[in-house]
């Protein structure tokens, strides 16, 4: 069964520091797709990136960076000189090709940044 | 812009009412989805269709039901309302295949139960 862990619940953190979110998940699939979601206060989950299990490229995106790491099941996500609009619950999911297209997250990390 | 409309953002049921959450999407997506969110649990999957009048059971279906007869409307109903289905609940649509670039929610119904 896939499962998607996010041990860091909650981080604080002053503006402009950089701060990584750590992402750990199981699935027995050798073909898998993993996300990155942002929830700010207003509810609404916002997509941020999706990496399928071929693709072990680290991408960046302006402040934020993600690093894929297949030997250690993690997908972390780092976000550079952090901001306080930056503040929001942080999911991350996994779906198994086979799964069809159902998204399994994680607990979340809620993110607070500090002016 | 697209969107996935949720028809309340808040409500207040009382224990036993049965309650209907609608979502509504302008995308032609064929796949949707219904989750509900609690602290520390992250979201956790209810019921998905994948096209109309079609219906599959999630991970935590019970107590729930579900309806859609329209491709664009994907309804959650509780049957009757306990008060351990307080939560916020989230409808997502999205498009299958191999350029599936992840679903779309909305904004979210925080339902309590009293």
């Known amino acids: 069964a896939q499962k998607v862990t996010q041990a860091q619940t909650e981080i604080s953190v002053v503006e402009k520091e950089d701060v990584t979110l750590d992402c750990v998940y199981e699935t027995r699939d050798t073909t898998y797709y993993l996300f990155w979601y942002k929830q700010p206060p207003s509810g609404e989950l916002v997509f941020l990136i999706r990496?399928?299990?071929?693709?072990?490229q680290n991408e960046i995106s302006g402040r934020y960076s993600w690093n894929f790491q297949k030997s250690t099941s993690s997908f972390n996500f780092t976000i550079t000189a952090s901001q306080v609009v930056d503040s929001a619950v942080y999911f991350c999911?996994?779906?198994?090709?086979?799964?069809?297209?159902?998204?399994?997250f994680g607990g979340g990390t809620r993110l607070m940044v500090k002016p | 812009d697209v969107k996935v409309t949720q028809s309340s953002r808040y409500l207040v049921k009382r224990t036993g009412e049965k309650v209907f959450l609608e979502c509504v999407q302008d995308?032609?997506?064929?796949?949707m989805f219904w989750y509900r969110q609690d602290p520390g649990l992250g979201l956790r999957l209810i019921y998905f269709?994948?096209?109309?009048?079609?219906?599959e059971k999630g991970d935590i279906p019970e107590g729930y039901s579900v309806s859609r007869e329209k491709k664009e409307r994907f309804s959650l109903i509780l049957e009757s309302a306990s008060t351990n289905q307080t939560s916020m609940y989230l409808c997502?649509?999205?498009?299958?295949?191999?350029?599936?670039?992840?679903?779309?929610f909305g904004s979210g119904t925080r339902l309590t139960v009293v």
């Open positions: 997502a649509s999205g498009q299958g295949g191999t350029g599936w670039g992840g679903y779309t």
């Open positions: 269709s994948y096209d109309v009048k079609m219906k």
């Open positions: 999911a996994l779906s198994e090709a086979n799964a069809g297209n159902m998204l399994t």
């Open positions: 995308m032609d997506h064929e796949n």
């Open positions: 990496r399928n299990s071929f693709d072990e």
